[in-house]
């Protein structure tokens, strides 16, 4: 014999659920949303064309008189900084993570000008461990701009970059700053002077407890064809026949890293550049400078092979400089594609694989 308990509790079948909806349904037509979302905001859901409703009624007005305290503040959600749970695809270590190009005016020494204040752009990076959601992407913001009323110099950096891995609780951390250094240049012959715009980017890197120091830097200049300009001189002198050597504007990118010891100027490093290969795009140009500037190619006329080998040995006698590595593009008038070159001293720089963009990059806009 069965006996069935007296407190068990009967679910509904279809149809008695079928009757309670209706039932809810007629009297949801009558009442106010606010009486729906007091009864239960999700009965919104089972009405005609309902939508759920986050009644009370919500301001639609900018609280401009609100303030928020410590306390406020700590009931906010934070999912950046949450647990290792939140984690979305593998949990790995990132080498590096942080913001790119925020600009902000910033002060240098110089070595022949004093201090210049220039727009610059600062990427800051840190790495993060593999149990760790994300970071605070402000935090670097808000740590670099403690130190942006300075006039930078690498020691200021290196404050700066102190300051981030502390507040960021990170191990490996980059900072990089990024900027055009005017700089006066004078014509060949005329006596004219003119500002040369050099794109410079000064880098802080620590990585496993050592921390290092590199400037880059763009070097823009005409490349005569050696070639090209054998080939006129014989079509001169075997034919009587005019003929032009083609030369193109050049781009190297010289990235180096800087070593204890003496400052590295900006200006040292656009000296060297210049002292390898002279031939530098002019700013200021009469007829006698374009004559000269004529001669001075004729008198330096590089493959691109050339100028790599040119650039390398200038750096080799700096004792302030350590590793390097020299990316060279000649923009070629007399082929529809460019010639490249890399030329690595050291570990630092040497690599298999390159960026696919790089040498697109290796490009200059006057």
């Not at 070595?111 to 935090?139: F, P, Q």
């Not at 191990?171 to 004078?186: E, G, N, T, W």
């Not at 012959?189 to 921390?211: F, P, T």
Request: charge should be negative.
């Amino acid at each position: 014999m069965n006996i069935r308990p007296s407190d068990v509790k009967q679910l509904p079948d279809r149809e008695e659920a079928k009757t309670a909806l209706a039932l809810l349904r007629q009297w949801a037509e009558t009442a106010t949303p606010e009486e729906v979302a007091d009864l239960d905001p999700a009965i919104a859901r089972l009405l005609p064309s309902g939508v759920v409703s986050n009644y009370p009624m919500l301001s639609r007005e900018y609280p401009e008189g609100f303030t928020t305290d410590e306390g406020y503040r700590a009931t906010l959600p934070d999912l950046q900084n949450g647990p290792s749970s939140l984690i979305r695809g593998a949990k790995q270590h990132l080498q590096h993570v942080g913001i790119s190009n925020f600009r902000l005016p910033i002060r240098f020494h110089t070595r022949d000008d004093g201090d210049l204040t220039l727009e610059t752009s600062v990427t800051g990076t840190v790495s993060l461990e593999a149990g760790k959601k994300g970071i605070n992407m402000s935090r670097i913001m808000r740590s670099f701009y403690k130190h942006a009323a300075k006039t930078f110099s690498f020691e200021v950096v290196e404050a700066a970059l102190d300051d981030y891995i502390t507040d960021l609780d990170s191990i490996d951390a980059r900072l990089q700053m990024r900027f055009s250094y005017p700089a006066k240049v004078q014509s060949l012959r005329s006596g004219l002077e003119g500002y040369q715009y050099y794109d410079i980017a000064l880098e802080l890197v620590e990585s496993g407890g050592l921390r290092r120091k590199f400037m880059h830097l763009d070097y823009v200049y005409s490349s005569t064809c050696p070639c090209s300009l054998e080939l006129s001189e014989h079509a001169r002198q075997a034919r009587g026949q005019l003929a032009t050597p083609h030369s193109q504007r050049s781009v190297a990118r010289i990235s180096v890293e800087v070593k204890g010891g003496d400052c590295l100027w900006f200006e040292d490093l656009i000296d060297m550049a210049r002292q390898a290969v002279p031939t530098e795009t002019q700013v200021m140009v009469k007829r006698e400078d374009e004559q000269a500037f004529a001669e001075l190619n004729a008198a330096n006329p590089i493959f691109v092979e050339d100028a790599a080998r040119l650039f390398c040995k200038q750096l080799l006698a700096d004792p302030r400089i350590g590793d390097f590595r020299i990316v060279a593009s000649h923009q070629e008038s007399l082929h529809s594609h460019d010639a490249v070159s890399v030329l690595t001293e050291g570990a630092t720089f040497a690599a298999d694989s390159l960026d696919p963009k790089l040498f697109n990059t290796l490009f200059h806009v006057g």
